[in-house]
T-cell receptor, first 112, second 116 residues
Framework: DSGVTQTPKHLITATGQRVTLRCSPR?????VYWYQQSLDQGLQFLIQ???????AKGNILERFSAQQFPDLHSELNLSSLELGDSALYFC???????????FGPGTRLTVL | AQSVTQPDIHITVSEGASLELRCNYS??????LFWYVQSPGQGLQLLLK??????LVQGIKGFEAEFKRSQSSFNLRKPSVHWSDAAEYFC??????????????FGKGTKLSVIP
């Protein structure tokens, strides 16, 4: 157990819908990262937050957004969902930038 | 921009045999290097990391990796594989990009199958 929690574990929805994925980092970790894992793209970095502020952006679509709240939990919002958004979404946390990242169990999103 | 190449998509070894998974990275400065393992339906677990110093690093579950700057490689090794090692292995490089941001870039992964 990494100490990073993600909810829900599975999510099934329809095209055009909007969903919210939630992540609670390890106690004491200020940085939260979101990744998307799909068969064709592999593991792709989406976005990083550090202590409530956006720090880095990767290959995140404009339909996707995230935020980190004062209690340091983070949410990833996916809207206008398409079939191609079906993937595993991982959250990770770390104490500092260059330290190792600890990954949560992931949320499997299926868009029908 | 940084990149990671794992040349082997799938490797099959017999239980008890030795293992080496290859990883090559591209990055202009000294990288931070990681190996993660992902079991089916699970998240990623850190096996080991290299930041600086001794180029041979030891990790959990009997794994080790060697950083070779001249070859831009960070290969993962284990002297004797156990059936429970069957999983997918990801090499990653951590690097600073524009505007002071830091991110991990992962390879495509190597799936390891173990024959009893």
């Amino acid at each position: 157990d990494s100490g990073v929690t993600q909810t829900p574990k599975h999510l099934i929805t329809a095209t055009g819908q909007r969903v919210t994925l939630r992540c609670s980092p390890r106690s004491g970790d200020l940085s939260v990262y979101w990744y998307q894992q799909s068969l064709d793209q592999g593991l792709q970095f989406l976005i990083q937050y550090y202590n409530g502020e956006e720090r880095a952006k990767g290959n995140i679509l404009e339909r996707f957004s995230a935020q980190q709240f004062p209690d340091l939990h983070s949410e990833l919002n996916l809207s206008s969902l398409e079939l191609g958004d079906s993937a595993l979404y991982f959250c990770a946390s770390s104490t500092q930038d260059y330290n190792e990242q600890f990954f949560g169990p992931g949320t499997r999103l299926t868009v029908l | 921009a940084q990149s990671v190449t794992q040349p082997d998509i799938h490797i099959t070894v017999s239980e008890g045999a030795s293992l080496e998974l290859r990883c090559n990275y591209s990055y202009g400065a000294t990288p931070y290097l990681f190996w993660y393992v992902q079991s089916p339906g699970q998240g990623l677990q850190l096996l080991l990391k290299y930041f600086s110093g001794d180029t041979l690093v030891q990790g959990i579950k009997g794994f080790e990796a060697e950083f070779k700057r001249s070859q831009s490689s960070f290969n993962l090794r284990k002297p004797s594989v156990h059936w429970s090692d069957a999983a997918e292995y990801f090499c990653a490089v951590g690097a600073y990009s524009g505007a002071g941001s830091y991110q991990l870039t992962f390879g495509k992964g190597t799936k390891l199958s173990v024959i009893p």
